[in-house]
């Protein structure tokens, strides 16, 4: 397994910033591309970014474009999300993921999920 562990979440009020932090405390995801995805009540968990394994391709959703920044450091075995602009909208649990060989916008084809992290945006 790929223990990932989320942090970074919490509550903002809109226009303002956040940092999501993913640890692979398991070191093997540096070789696998790495997304986040997620999910608000009642909703299905939704793709926001995508990171190849050497942290050159990058894919957003086009809800998040523009305002939201995905990246990694392999030496210290952490993906990032940072969050500019937030939205009400924004507002949801956030799931940092490994899996494919190349990064993807698919959901099942990621086979490593961490726990997840809650980001509420006030208006």
């Known amino acids: 397994q790929v223990p990932l562990v989320e942090s970074g979440g919490g509550l903002v009020q809109a226009g303002n910033s956040l940092r999501l932090f993913c640890t692979d405390s398991?070191?093997?995801?540096?070789?696998?591309?790495m997304a986040w995805f997620r999910q608000a009540p009642g909703k299905e968990r939704e793709f926001v970014a995508t990171?190849?394994?050497?942290?050159?391709?990058?894919n957003y959703a086009d809800s998040v474009k523009g305002r939201f920044t995905i990246s990694r450091d392999n030496g210290k075995n952490t993906m990032y999300l940072q969050m500019n602009s937030l939205k009400p909208e924004d507002k949801a649990v956030y799931y940092c993921?490994?899996?494919?060989?190349?990064?993807?916008?698919?959901?099942?084809?990621?086979?490593?999920w961490g726990q997840g992290t809650q980001v509420t945006v006030s208006s």
């Open positions: 398991g070191s093997t995801s540096e070789t696998l591309a």
């Open positions: 993921a490994a899996g494919p060989s190349g990064p993807s916008t698919q959901r099942t084809l990621y086979d490593y």
């Open positions: 990171i190849n394994y050497a942290g050159i391709f990058t």
